[in-house]
């Protein structure tokens, strides 16, 4: 989940001390990933929180400790906070402190994504493959995808994303 805030002028220094209370009452939430804040200046606040599952951000959404929470952050901020919420491959085209938020176009995403998975599925099939031959298909299969997701995820899509900035972010 995505929140932009605009804290209200000469309010700065209180809503920061509102985001540490939150981002702890955050932290302790079941499920919880992680969080980043993103300051852009003036007084904007960009806070991305991550959960396991969608049923426990839901659980967040709804609980009473939010609730008293954002009740607080109206009083020190001005308009209405945007919220969006991310999932699956758009989590992929983060980038760490770049301050972008939305995810690029998905024709983009689709060709990123095929220029880091390709190679390597032909790599994982010529190295990982010939020795997984004695092994039923749809296990070899199996074991070959999730050795593919978990490159892409914590390696591949990480150094493509930073490679392909320019191009993803214009």
Excluded: C
């Amino acid at each position: 989940m995505v929140v932009t805030r605009t804290a209200r002028p000469g309010r700065e220094a209180d809503y920061e001390s509102w985001l540490v209370r939150a981002i702890a009452a955050v932290r302790a939430f079941p499920g919880h990933l992680g969080v980043d804040v993103v300051r852009t200046p003036p007084r904007t606040y960009v806070v991305l929180f991550r959960y396991e599952t969608v049923d426990q951000l839901l659980a967040w959404e709804a609980s009473a400790e939010r609730k008293q929470l954002l009740l607080e952050a109206d009083s020190l901020t001005e308009g209405d906070p945007i919220v969006r919420k991310v999932m699956g491959m758009e989590t992929w085209f983060a980038l760490p402190n770049s301050g972008h938020i939305a995810p690029p176009p998905r024709w983009k995403m689709v060709v990123a994504t095929w220029l880091v998975a390709f190679p390597t599925l032909q790599l994982l099939n010529a190295t990982l493959g010939s020795l997984l031959v004695p092994i039923l298909p749809p296990l070899r299969s199996a074991i070959i995808g999730f050795s593919l997701v978990l490159f892409m995820t914590y390696a591949g899509m990480p150094v493509a994303t930073r490679a392909l900035r320019k191009w993803l972010f214009p």
